[in-house]
C-alpha cells in the first residue's frame, strides 16, 4: 500500500439489546465477552432504550449491517407481530426474546427456555418431581415450558390476581402440563413441592422466603441483582440447593450468540467470569 493511501474498509456486524429500562442489562458484558473470545473483532453490541411502540420503527431503520436483537421486558410478546418467521417454541411461550436478521428477513426465537433448562441441569435440578411457581407473567410462561421439557406434567401458578394467569395457564397446557393457580397468599397450602421457581421481581418475593426454606424445596430464583435475595438466602440457610438468575442469563445468551454468529463454539466459561466479574463490580 502506498504511503497515503486509504487502509482497507472494516464492516462492522452490530446486534444490541433492547427493552425499558435497559441500562442494567448484563447482556452487553456477556456477548461481548464471547465475541472477544470467539475473534469476533468487528462485532459490536450495545443497549438500546425501546418501549413498545417504538420497536416497529427500529427494527424498519435496520441496515444489513445488523445480525440480532436480543429482547427484555416489554418487547418479547409483540414481536411476534413484527418477525417474518418464528420459532414453534416462541409461538408456544407466546414470546420472542431474541430476533435474528440474515438475508434481509427477521426471525423471532427464545431461548429463555433453553437458558432455564440449563441452568436448572447445570445445578443438579434436573428432574423435580413436582414444582410450584411464583408469578404469573413472561418468565413464568418460560418457566412452565422448562419445567414441561425436563419432565413433569403438572405444576402449581401462584399468582396475585387469578385472572392473570390465562396467559401462563395456556402456555403450561400447550406443552401438556396441567397448571394448577392459587393466590400468593395460599403459597405455604402449595407446598411442599421439590423446586420453587420465583419470578418475582425484586423483593415481592420476600415474604415467602420461610414457607419455602422450611418446605426443604430447590430454589430457582430469576433475580440476579441484587444477590441473595432473602429468598435466596433462607433457602441456603436451610441447606437447600439454589439456582439463581444470573445462571439463565448466562445461558440464554449463550443460545443467542450461537443463533447469531451460526457458530457452536461459544465460550460459556469466559462469559460467566464476565458477568460475574461486572456484577461484583456493581455491588
Not at 428432574?127 to 413433569?152: E, H, I, M, R
Not at 396467559?167 to 396441567?178: D, I, P, T, Y
Request: one cysteine or more.
Amino acid at each position: 500500500m502506498a504511503e497515503g493511501e486509504p487502509g482497507p474498509v472494516t464492516s462492522v456486524t452490530r446486534a444490541a439489546v433492547l427493552g425499558s429500562p435497559i441500562a442494567h442489562s448484563l447482556s452487553p458484558t456477556l456477548h461481548r465477552a464471547a465475541y472477544a473470545e470467539m475473534g469476533l473483532d468487528t462485532w459490536s453490541y450495545e443497549a438500546i432504550e425501546c418501549g413498545e411502540d417504538a420497536l416497529a420503527g427500529l427494527l424498519d431503520g435496520l441496515g444489513p449491517e445488523w445480525a440480532g436483537l436480543s429482547l427484555t421486558m416489554p418487547l418479547k410478546r409483540v414481536a411476534l407481530d413484527l418477525v417474518d418467521t418464528v420459532s414453534d417454541l416462541a409461538v408456544k411461550v407466546g414470546g420472542a426474546n431474541t430476533i435474528v436478521l440474515r438475508d434481509g428477513r427477521r426471525h423471532g426465537d427464545n431461548t429463555d427456555v433453553y437458558g432455564i433448562v440449563t441452568a436448572l441441569t447445570e445445578a443438579g435440578v434436573s428432574a423435580p418431581a413436582s414444582a410450584l411457581v411464583l408469578g404469573g407473567g413472561a418468565t413464568a410462561a418460560s418457566a412452565l415450558a422448562a419445567l414441561a421439557g425436563l419432565g413433569l406434567d403438572e405444576a402449581v401458578l401462584a399468582v396475585r390476581t387469578p385472572d392473570r394467569a390465562a396467559g401462563a395457564v395456556a402456555v403450561g397446557e400447550r406443552f401438556g402440563l396441567a397448571v394448577r393457580v392459587v393466590t400468593l397468599d395460599r403459597v405455604a397450602e402449595a407446598l411442599p413441592a421439590e423446586l420453587v421457581v420465583s419470578t418475582l421481581p425484586g423483593r415481592a418475593a420476600d415474604p415467602f422466603a420461610e414457607p419455602v426454606a422450611a418446605s426443604g424445596a430447590a430454589l430457582f430464583d430469576v433475580v440476579y441483582a441484587p444477590w441473595p435475595t432473602a429468598l435466596a438466602t433462607a433457602v441456603a440457610r436451610s441447606g437447600g440447593t439454589i439456582v439463581g438468575g444470573f445462571p439463565m442469563l448466562l445461558h440464554q445468551a449463550v443460545r443467542q450468540v450461537t443463533l447469531m454468529t451460526g457458530r457452536d463454539d461459544v465460550p460459556v466459561e469466559a462469559m460467566r467470569a464476565a458477568g460475574e466479574a461486572e456484577l461484583k463490580r456493581r455491588t
